[in-house]
């Protein structure tokens, strides 16, 4: 390929009483999902074409035998539909002049980015103003992401922590969906803008799931939730909800000697 090595076979070519042998090698890209785009048998030979090389052992040209295009159930399609994720197979068999051959097996992922998840100015979530109404916007929260190889799906993980003082009513799941609403602008990357919210699951510090958390006393809490796109992909939220003391910090200057009201 276009890297500066070769791609291996997974297993060793099989070798046949004619003496010839015959090797498949697999591998693996990604490109971003585009309104409106495909990738036809054409396109997928002009890239194979211009990703890879093959050179036969003593050199010479190669033949090409069969080129095709599978979803991800396997069954052939005439073009790849680069509009939404997905994942998709090329397959590419080649032969030298003495009927070796080599199948290139591609997969090839559509992505595209999971739900982006943005603190709202002066996010607290408790519905309060802006803290520092001349600052800038908050910066969306940096992801974990993962790509499912099957689906071509994005699956991202976001943390983020909230301190809040004690007092107050236990909080639901209900209230935690309202908490998050108000601490939170969410964004998908595709073009409808769709995304739907799972129900907020909280947990205590040890980690088992519970119905409300208490806010009576100091304690650590987690709550999660789950935000899916029009196509599947996803992004958590896990939110470490701490509960504190209101208590007032600070320090005291001492008196001014010069006196006046210094001190008062």
């Known amino acids: 390929p276009l890297a500066p090595y070769p791609v291996d076979p997974a297993v060793p070519p099989e070798g046949r009483p004619d003496g010839t042998q015959h090797a498949v090698v697999e591998d693996e890209m990604r490109v971003k999902a585009q309104d409106g785009a495909s990738l036809s048998l054409p396109d997928a030979r002009t890239l194979v074409q211009r990703r890879y090389s093959f050179t036969p052992e003593g050199g010479g ?16 399609v005439s073009a790849i539909d680069q509009s939404r994720p997905g994942s998709w197979l090329v397959t590419y068999k080649v032969a030298d002049q003495n009927g070796n051959t080599v199948t290139l097996r591609l997969r090839y992922l559509v992505v595209s980015d999971a739900p982006e998840v943005t603190p709202k100015p002066g996010g607290d979530g408790q519905g309060g103003s802006d803290p520092d109404p001349g600052g800038t916007d908050p910066d969306p929260l940096p992801p974990t992401v993962t790509v499912d190889p099957e689906t071509g799906l994005t699956h991202a993980v976001v943390r983020d922590t909230v301190t809040v003082a004690t007092g107050g009513a236990p909080m639901t799941s209900a209230d935690a969906a309202d908490f998050m609403q108000r601490r939170y602008q969410l964004k998908s990357a595709l073009a409808d803008g769709v995304l739907t919210c799972d129900d907020p699951q909280l947990f205590d510090a040890s980690g088992a799931k519970v119905t409300a958390i208490d806010r009576s006393q100091e304690g650590d809490w987690l709550i999660e939730m789950l935000v899916a796109d029009s196509a599947g992909n996803t992004t958590t939220i896990q ?3 701490l509960v504190r003391k209101g208590d007032v910090s600070g ?10 009201n210094a001190g008062n």
């Open 61 to 76: 040209a190669v033949t090409e035998l069969s080129l095709a295009l599978a979803d991800a159930a396997g069954a052939p």
């Open 239 to 241: 939110l470490t909800y």
């Open 251 to 260: 320090s005291v200057a001492p008196p001014d000697p010069s006196g006046g």
